[in-house]
């Protein structure tokens, strides 16, 4: 939706299951229109889409693509944003690693992002200063990522993207990005490694040699094309799960001249206690499920811990409970949980580094397109599910527009 401040706010369609284009539509068909009438909403209502590669090949025939510009258009709908992170099934099956392939330094990521980007030229309004993006997988999962060679692969592909992009915005007039989301455990997971990779590899003079040679630009050209095209999706929980200071970072990746394309508005879990007490076991093991990886990061005084996944973490507060230790500590942990609880039972959530990023996305202006994101609301213990989906939903973009207003 528009909101003042000319802020465009949406939830991510990653919350409904679904991978064929038939799923996908008709939980649009379903959703919308409730969360539409629930938020009271008269003007344009923003669409987060997520689309698998099945989904996106269906949605590129010219009749189906019509006949969502026309559903769109009827509900007063648009669509400024893709989530291009997940390419294959990502409910009710396991998803874990996998989530991250093919990453990028495979060649169908890069015709994945290329059809994304060719429908989202496709659905974007014409409308002055509006810009869309499609959200990616940080690179790769870090494991998979085992030399410099693979890194050079990598900014290589996303800079063939760029120049798909570039193409795009010469065709249509419309400016389309790819926004890199850092990850936990992923190559680009925390600010700093975003930040070295865009310098040393995406925005250095020596790979983007190609870039100018396919376009036909000079380096100083291609430098600035890439500045436009490429950039950074700022997921609140990955950085709150992290430990990232939300003002510092921002300031650092506006300082390096790397433009954030969207805002994804999430939380995490958050726990504090005594190393082996048993508290993390107590009240975290709900939360272990099969579908997605729930990576853990432990502040342990100054120092970062990092466990791939939660009954890894788990497993270590069980050594610890051995060995007899008792530092406190503290955990975030990579579960998208709904974004207006404060507290959930017996810990917290991440919500108060999140209201700091709503208070420096007002104050600096960074940029104007916010998705809520919480796509684990499938795999939350029963308990925390209190609302049907479509007024969950609602609450969460209530929640934002509530503290976006002036």
């Not at 795009?168 to 490694?193: N, R, S």
């Not at 990746?253 to 206690?273: D, E, R, T, W």
């Not at 939360?287 to 990576?295: A, G, K, R």
């Not at 996305?361 to 479509?390: G, N, S």
Request: charged letters at 25%; glycine letters at 6%.
């Amino acid at each position: 939706m528009k909101l003042p401040g000319d802020f465009h706010l949406t939830y991510c369609s990653n919350i409904h299951p679904g991978e064929t284009w038939e799923e996908v539509r008709a939980n649009l068909g379903t959703y919308l229109p409730q969360v539409r009438a629930r938020l009271n909403l008269d003007g344009p209502f923003g669409v987060g889409l997520r689309l698998s590669a099945q989904a996106a090949e269906t949605l590129e025939a010219p009749a189906v693509l019509a006949e969502f510009q026309q559903f769109l258009a009827a509900g007063n709908c648009y669509v400024f944003t893709i989530n291009g992170f997940p390419y294959g099934v990502f409910h009710r099956a396991r998803v874990k690693e996998e989530v991250y392939l093919p990453d990028w330094k495979d060649e169908e990521r890069l015709r994945y992002s290329d059809r994304m980007a060719r429908l989202l030229a496709a659905l974007l309004p014409a409308e002055p200063g509006l810009e869309g993006s499609v959200s990616t997988v940080p690179g790769a999962f870090k494991e998979e990522v085992g030399s410099e060679d693979d890194v050079r692969l990598m900014a290589g592909m996303m800079l063939r993207h760029v120049a798909t992009l570039h193409r795009l915005h010469e065709e249509t007039g419309k400016t389309i990005t790819l926004a890199l989301e850092p990850e936990p455990c992923c190559y680009l997971e925390t600010v700093d490694e975003a930040l070295a990779f865009f310098r040393d590899y995406l925005f250095a003079a020596p790979h983007l040699t190609g870039l100018a040679e396919t376009l036909g630009v000079t380096g100083a050209q291609a430098e600035q094309i890439a500045r436009r095209h490429i950039g950074l999706c700022y997921d609140a929980c990955h950085m709150a799960v992290e430990f990232e200071n939300m003002a510092t970072s921002l300031a650092a990746i506006s300082a390096a001249g790397i433009k954030i394309c969207k805002f994804q508005i999430s939380s995490a879990l958050k726990l504090i206690f005594q190393q082996g007490d048993g508290r993390a076991e107590e009240t975290l093991r709900p939360f272990v499920e099969s579908t997605y990886l729930h990576q853990v990061v432990e502040k342990n005084g100054s120092a970062l811990n990092r466990y791939t996944d939660l009954p890894e973490g788990l497993a270590g507060q069980e050594r610890a409970a051995a060995d007899g230790a008792g530092a406190p500590v503290e955990w975030r942990v990579h579960f998208h949980v709904p974004i207006f609880l404060e507290e959930m039972k017996q810990f917290q959530t991440t919500q108060q580094q999140l209201l700091e990023l709503i208070e420096q996305i007002k104050k600096q202006r960074l940029c104007p397109y916010l998705e809520v994101e919480t796509y684990t609301w499938d795999v939350l213990p029963a308990e925390y599910k209190t609302l049907d989906l479509a007024s969950a939903i609602t609450r969460e973009l209530d929640w934002v527009r509530e503290r976006l207003a002036p």
